[in-house]
């Protein structure tokens, strides 16, 4: 029997029009770096982006389904690239402006992207490479920075607010299909070429539900988000899109990501909650120690995208800021869990919760597969690859404009479960922790040895900055951790001491042997401990290792 309910669509179109018009007085506040930020209303946003999906259909000739890509900070303008070109029936392509030049290229030309909308200061990014991109016929350029590097451009230039203005600040938006593709977002590439995960408009709709529920981040129109996680890395969590259905602010620091002017933005605007990955948490601690202000205003923070170190919460807890750990991917869209403790716990018992990856959100759906493929129990010990399947995760990858997707057996079941490449155990409650990706576990002497529970402990010292632990062959254990170690400034703390430390909460035959001193551990495009970049400098023989 059907049911009796109507039949409407869940597209992006949808959450635009909610927004500008029952959350018309909420903001997107961009930092300028001058006096006063600029503030857009979501009314405003809305408006513009009408405005801009004119010019993109008329000026532009951009049809159904033809990509758009943003080369963008974090900003009003890409807020109203995120609404306009889904909602008009095209695809939006955000891409990461920290990616190398020779993957940028191959991604742009893989999405075949017409048009790109660039930020003024990132023009010497792209003018370069625009002789490589021969599908992008239109540079649409928004806000400061030098033109000139665009001179003998073979693309037709534009400048935003021109284009803007010269459209009406309504457009009469199609009822789309909601599994259209939506937008277009790639992996950063840490496994071999980038995959092309292609959203839908229904798994953005249901995914910032989830976003907003209260067992995720819980936003409501009393808060303020500051989005320092980038609008290129899988939709900035999907916060823009979840804080137009709730009507949460925004506060968007732009090109200002350095922690001077964000903990600037924190004092002045006052945000309530905040997203971001750990490395930006650890250089916010540095300057509020260096330079102590109140940020007690963020209610809870979202931090991701790499294991967040015990250490690192609570050197918050004692600022007065909750950080809640979330695991996801680029392939997830990406909330897969959030670590808030179960009701009923005391401080204490909490603490083994805060600091898993997680609880899965209802909507996501969690196995564990061991090394022969068998499903492995919750029971909190077995360990294994997780698998999960959902309506915002990725069931196959972008195949280019000429090509079908594609379904590589290494990172989809056969029954059609994304394997996610991470290590752990689940508990019986579903609270997921990881203790590695699979091909950074260490094997050693036919046991696993994690290198995220090694840097955990390490970065838990005192004098450590940083640690990232590789595994490098072993004549007689097959292999074993190497411990890479960034020290604080004036320290003098060697191997030997450091494994001291450890010994006291990581059993003894899985403490490093191998000790590299250095100054700063190299990071991936969206700012995670680069590993391969540190097995490569192993295997070039750019490490100074001491024994210990
Ligand atoms: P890439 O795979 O290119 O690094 P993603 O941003 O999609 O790009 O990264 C997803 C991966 O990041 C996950 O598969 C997982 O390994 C890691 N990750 C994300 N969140 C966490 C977390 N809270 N703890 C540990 N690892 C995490």
Redesign the pocket.
Known sequence: MLSTMQYVPLTVTRILTHGMTVHSNSSVTTWTGEAEPLRRSFREIGRRAARLAGALRDELGVGNSQRVATLMWNNAEHVEAYFAIPSMGAVLHTLNLRLPAGQLVWIVNHAADRVVIVNGSLLPLLAPLLPQLPTVEHIVVSGPGDRTPLAGAQAQVHEYEELLAGQPTTYDWPELEENMAAALCY?????GDPKGVVYSHRSIYLHSMQVNASESMGLTDRDTALVVVPQF??NAWGLPHAAFMTGAGMLMPDRFLQPGPLVEMIDRERPTHAAAVPTIWQGLLAELTSDPRDISCLRTVT??????PPSLMEAYDKLGVRLC???????TS?LGTMAHPPAGCTAEQEWPYRIS??RFTAGVEARLAGPTGRILPWDGTSQGELEVRGPWIAGAYYGGAVSEHSRPADKFSDDGWLK???VGVISPDGFLT?TD?AKDVIKSGGEWISS?ELENALMGHPEVVEAAVIAVPDERWDERPLAIVVLKEGSTVDGGSLKAFLGESVARWQLPERWAFVTSVPK?S?G?FDKRALRKRYADDELDIAQA
């Not at 992996?187 to 496994?191: D, E, N, W």
């Not at 931090?303 to 967040?308: D, K, Q, R, S, V």
């Not at 750990?325 to 392939?331: D, I, L, N, Y």
Request: hydrophobic share 30%.
């Open positions: 992996t950063s590439g840490t496994t890395h899988v931090i991701g995208g790499a294991a967040c750990q979330a695991w996801g991917m680029t392939e990406p990856q997680g996610t490449g991470d990881l990706r995220v991936t969206v995670k």
